[in-house]
């Protein structure tokens, strides 16, 4: 974090312009500080954001894998045809074999 990616709220409010340029060029967050000095908000380009979700979803989705993969190494896992079988049972459907 720089300095100059800290702003207050008055001072946001004046340069609105001139942060959203400042972010969307740089990529970095801008924080916005109350008069305590305490950060109220952060702001982000949308580029930035969408990047960060895309991230996240990843992270997550690696992390279920993972789970995932636990749970077959401790034998908590079904073969597929009788998982298939089990939820066609509980959607009351009737398969054809």
Known sequence: ?????????TQH???LRDHLNQVRETGRPM???NRGGETEAVMLSANR???MM???ELARSLAM???SMKDVR????KELRQAVRDIADEL???LDQ
Request: hydrophobic content about 30%.
């Open 1 to 9: 974090m720089r300095t100059e990616d800290i702003t207050s709220i």
């Open 92 to 94: 009351g459907l009737t």
């Open 49 to 51: 954001y969408d990047k």
């Open 74 to 77: 401790a034998g908590r896992g």
């Open 13 to 15: 409010r004046d340069h």
């Open 31 to 33: 924080f916005i500080t």
């Open 54 to 56: 895309e991230e996240l």
């Open 65 to 67: 894998i993972d789970e």
